[in-house]
C-alpha cells in the first residue's frame, strides 16, 4: 500500500486536508473536476485515503464514477451525510469525518468542536488534522457514527432551515428563540429517524446541537445552501408521508426573514 492520498476536489475544505497530509508525511495527489478517475486509479491503485472533498450536490455523481480499487479506501466529510449515501454506491467502511471546522476563502480555518473521526484511516487523518492544529477525536464504534451524523445534520439543516425565518446568528437564534428551534429541530429528527431507519435520541441529539451552537454563537444562521436544504428536507418528509407543519410553513412564507 502506498503512503498515498488522494484527494477528489481540491475546494476550501479539500486544501485544508492537503496541507494536513503534507505535513504529516504524506503524499498527496489532487483530482480536479474533469480529471479521469479511471487514469489516476491506474497510477495509485492501493492509496491508504481516497478523500471524497467535493461539495454536497457533487457526492453521487462522485460516488457513482469511483474505480472498483479505490471503494474500500473511501473518506467522507460532506454535510448531510448518512450510510444510505455511501452504501447505494456499494462503497464498503469508509473512513468519515463529520467536518466541525469551517474554512472561508482568505481566512484560516475555524473550529467549532473537535470533528469526528471513524474508519479505516482514522489514524492518518487525526494525524493530518493535528499537525495544523485543528481538534478532532476518535470516534469508537459505528453507533457512535451514526449518532454524530445526525447530530451535525440536525445542526446544519435546524440553524439553517430556522434561520430562513429568524436570519441573524445562532446564538441569538437559540437565546431569543429556543422554542421555534427546537420545534425545527424536532421536524428535522423525524426525517432523520425516517433516513437512518431507526429512532434517534432527540433530546441528546439537541444537547449535541446547542454545544456547537454555544462554540461558535456568532455563526451564521443561513448561507447561499440554506433554501436547497429546506427543499431536500421536504423532499425526504413527503416521501416518508411526514407532516413537519413549521417546515411548511416556512417553506409557505417564502423562506423570508422575520
Excluded at 435546524?158 to 424536532?186: H, K
Amino acid at each position: 500500500m502506498e503512503k498515498t492520498i488522494v484527494i477528489v476536489g481540491l475546494g476550501q475544505l479539500g486544501r485544508v486536508f492537503a496541507g494536513g497530509f503534507l505535513r504529516s508525511g504524506f503524499v498527496v495527489v489532487p483530482v480536479n473536476r474533469g480529471d479521469d478517475l479511471d487514469i489516476v486509479a491506474a497510477r495509485h491503485p492501493e492509496p491508504l485515503l481516497v478523500l471524497v472533498a467535493v461539495a454536497e450536490p457533487d457526492l453521487h455523481t462522485v460516488l457513482a464514477a469511483l474505480p472498483p480499487q479505490w471503494k474500500k479506501r473511501i473518506g467522507l466529510i460532506q454535510n448531510e451525510l448518512l450510510p444510505r449515501d455511501w452504501e447505494r454506491h456499494g462503497v464498503i467502511n469508509p473512513t468519515v469525518i463529520p467536518v466541525w471546522f469551517e474554512k472561508k476563502k482568505g481566512s484560516d480555518a475555524k473550529p467549532l468542536i473537535p470533528s469526528p473521526v471513524f474508519g479505516p484511516a482514522t489514524e492518518a487523518v487525526l494525524a493530518a488534522l493535528q499537525s495544523i492544529d485543528i481538534p478532532c477525536r476518535e470516534i469508537p464504534s459505528e453507533q457512535d457514527l451514526a449518532y454524530e451524523l445526525v447530530r451535525k445534520n440536525v445542526y446544519i439543516l435546524t440553524t439553517n432551515i430556522a434561520g430562513l425565518r429568524s436570519g441573524g446568528n445562532v446564538g441569538d437564534l437559540w437565546r431569543q428563540q429556543r422554542e421555534f428551534a427546537s420545534s425545527v429541530a424536532q421536524e428535522v429528527v423525524q426525517i432523520q429517524d425516517w433516513l437512518t431507519g431507526q429512532k434517534n435520541d432527540l433530546a441528546r441529539l439537541i444537547e449535541g446541537m446547542a454545544e456547537a451552537i454555544e462554540a461558535d454563537p456568532g455563526h451564521l444562521c443561513t448561507g447561499r445552501s440554506a433554501p436547497a436544504r429546506l427543499a431536500r428536507a421536504l423532499q425526504h418528509a413527503d416521501e416518508a408521508r411526514l407532516v413537519v407543519p413549521i417546515l411548511r410553513r416556512i417553506q409557505q412564507a417564502g423562506g423570508t426573514q422575520a
